[in-house]
């Protein structure tokens, strides 16, 4: 490694005024009053993961209650370490623009890099935080069997390596834009994965386009807003009593076997120790829905197969929302934790029709009333209970004229993922060469990005 590196702790940069660490608020300053539906919202553990910060599970204080914690208010920049937990311990998110103001939450540390000096970057410092060689350490030095943490002084003792500031930038640079990519991918995924479920939504839960016949705001040659003109002859224009309640005339109730069959196939992976399977996990899920490459012999267990074209749905802990749009491709094996069920659509039905359903609103509140078993963490709604639920079923046309739209939805998604795939892949490939200087990076005069051995 060239001399101008040198090798540091976090806990010198911190003496040298590079860097501040701070404990975030005590659990006893915050009860169940100080929580709104709108609010400023607080960073807890489970939110801090793959250097992001997730939203969907960000709860919200009052302003007043903000005001108290101000000196927990995050800035864009700092770095969030998850303190607690077998998942959690070592896990960092990092702040960004849209989440300034808000609070760091109990059980997170907040690592803030004073940007006056010279000695360290951001974002360069939370790239090397994210390293699964970093993330390892952490958990190796973590106190605790059942529930490690972490504290101030394991992380002020991890050593890290340090280029100039320049170089610190252009490898920052070059991970961030990958980084950026994926990111991209994601929210689009997310955008064309809410265009369908609204669709469905629309169709076949709140029976938009039977209502708009009914209540006289369609005529004949006419089209709404999100459906053209023809497909309105495809529906009713009167609603019929069942014991589902209200649904349109001529479609009929079943049960979510007639949409769905579980497929029951299993398989021992070890029996096949060389093949690579994608192993499709309860964690795997959790942590952005890819599933892991993993040899067989390290797959301990019986799991399910899954084929091409399936959707799995858990049926662990069913209040925690587990749908997923697998994307298996010919000559892949891949497998599933048993958790799961292999769904496979019927005809008419599609996969498109059956991963909406299973992600509806309605068929969540079904499930949910499912639970059996007294603890927390292993109730699970019975597998017969599940297919057994009553469904509606609409007739064969407006299935189809559902799947034309929501399949290319659906679809893009698919290839979001695998890309984004592909540029993880390479990021993770770069990051241990970049942070190591193994591999180096910088910016010419011309702007351009150099790499060399």
């Known amino acids: 490694m060239a001399g101008e590196w040198k090798q540091a702790s976090i806990g010198e940069l911190c003496d040298a005024g590079a860097a501040q660490l701070q404990t975030g608020p005590f659990g006893s300053q915050l009860h169940a009053y100080d929580y709104v539906n709108d609010g400023v919202p607080v960073v807890p553990t489970e939110a801090i993961r793959g250097r992001q910060i997730d939203h969907s599970v960000l709860p919200k204080i009052t302003q007043t209650k903000a005001l108290e914690l101000s000196r927990h208010r995050l800035r864009p920049g700092d770095i969030l370490f998850a303190r607690r937990g077998v998942q959690a311990t070592g896990h960092i998110g990092c702040v960004r623009q849209a989440e300034n103001g808000f609070i760091c939450g109990t059980g997170a540390i907040r690592l803030r890099v004073n940007h006056s000096t010279d000695e360290i970057d ?85 029976f938009e386009p039977v209502r708009a016949k009914i209540e006289g705001r369609w005529q004949r040659g006419q089209s709404l807003p999100g459906l053209p003109a023809h497909l309105y002859d495809l529906f009713p224009d009167r609603l019929v009593d069942s014991e589902l309640g209200e649904i349109p005339e001529g479609w009929r109730v079943g049960r979510f076997a007639d949409v769905a069959e579980q497929l029951r196939d299993q398989e021992n992976p070890l029996s096949s120790p060389d093949v690579l399977f994608h192993h499709f996990s309860i964690p795997a899920f959790d942590e952005g829905q890819n599933p892991k490459p993993e040899y067989g012999e390290s797959i301990k ?105 929501a399949d290319s939805l659906l679809a893009r998604t698919l290839e979001c993922r695998r890309e984004s795939s592909t540029l993880a892949a390479l990021r993770d490939t770069l990051l241990p060469k970049l942070i190591s200087g193994e591999l180096r990076v910088a910016h010419d005069q011309h702007g351009y990005e150099e790499y060399s051995p």
């Open 122 to 206: 951001a974002d360069y410092l939370s790239h090397v935080l994210a390293d699964p060689a970093s993330v390892d350490w952490f958990k190796f030095h973590a106190i605790g069997a059942t529930m490690p943490n972490l504290n101030e002084g394991i992380i002020r003792s991890f050593p890290l390596s340090i280029p100039p500031l320049t170089e610190q930038r252009a490898i920052a640079h070059t991970l961030g834009t990958l980084d950026d990519k994926i990111e991209i991918n994601r929210r689009m995924s997310e955008t064309l994965e809410a265009m369908a479920r609204a669709l469905f939504q629309a169709w076949f839960v709140d």
């Open 301 to 405: 267990s019986l799991k399910s197969r899954v084929s091409a074209g399936t959707t799995l749905l858990s049926k662990l802990n069913p209040e925690i929302e587990r749908v997923w749009l697998v994307d298996v491709r010919p000559g892949e094996r891949a497998v599933c934790s048993t958790e799961f069920l292999v769904l496979r659509a019927r005809p008419p039905f599609t996969r498109s029709f059956v991963y909406c359903f299973a992600r509806s609103i309605l068929f969540r509140q079904q499930i949910e009333g499912l639970v059996t078993g007294t603890s927390k963490s292993h109730q699970r709604a019975q597998v017969d209970s599940i297919l057994n639920l009553a469904v509606v079923t609409p007739p064969s046309p407006i299935v189809a004229a559902f799947d034309r739209m």
